[in-house]
């Protein structure tokens, strides 16, 4: 076994962690089959399977995959769909929809600069780029993805009359909540991108990149000579 993938007490506190989140989705799924809420029980159902889909496809692909980006995952799939939609938090809290949006600009800004930068790494790729495009790809990557989820929206509302534009400041067409959602995924993939520029530019580390630097390690087959 690769010394990345041995188990740490670090690993077993963030699997620990990410447990724990699964089993409270299970009892709020235990707990919507008990009150016969059929429709939020398939949704639920549907939130839980997504919290196991990466240790799933990591076992499948035999991909390492560092505990706190798994954990984040499970965090953010918690987080959005399990409170914000279940227990209807984007209703409760003004800001909930801000702040996981933000969070998931940053995620995305994350997901950009690891396809690029294991690319740019991967020997058996003869490509390199300067430390400016790799991050402006990872900006641009997760804006994009932002604005297709801002068209998802549009689309299920105007077409299944759902509410997932969330009205804000007394704007029924949900265009104020867009721009807003918009506004922090791109701060989010801002931050990212500069994190990620910083440390291939000058070396300067975080958490990102550590992160990064694990998957890589950890995954000796995918960056062979051979």
Not at 131 to 141: E, L, N, R, T
Request: net charge negative.
């Amino acid at each position: 076994m690769d010394s990345e993938r041995k188990p740490t007490q670090s690993w077993s506190v963030h699997r620990w962690l990410a447990i724990t989140l699964q089993a409270i989705i299970a009892v709020g799924l235990a707990f919507s089959v008990y009150e016969r809420q059929w429709l939020n029980t398939v949704v639920i159902a549907g939130i839980l399977f997504v919290t196991v889909l990466p240790a799933l496809l990591s076992r499948r692909l035999d991909i390492f995959v560092p505990p706190e980006l798994e954990l984040l995952t499970i965090a953010f799939v918690f987080a959005a769909l399990f409170l914000g939609e279940t227990r209807d938090y984007y209703n409760r809290y003004w800001w909930w929809d801000i702040a996981l949006h933000t969070t998931s600009g940053g995620l995305l800004g994350v997901l950009g600069l690891l396809l690029v930068y294991v690319l740019n790494e991967n020997p058996r790729i003869d490509l390199q780029m300067r430390p400016g495009f790799v991050a402006f790809f990872a900006f641009c990557f997760a804006v994009a993805v932002g604005a297709m989820w801002e068209i998802f929206e549009f689309a299920m509302d105007n077409f299944f009359g759902t509410n997932m534009q969330k009205p804000m400041f007394d704007d029924p067409s949900g265009l104020t909540d867009t721009m807003w959602d918009l506004i922090v995924d791109t701060l989010g993939a801002l931050v990212v991108s500069a994190l990620g520029y910083l440390y291939m530019k000058r070396g300067v580390e975080s958490v990102v990149e550590r992160w990064i630097r694990r998957f890589i390690d950890g995954n000796p087959r995918l960056f062979s000579r051979h």
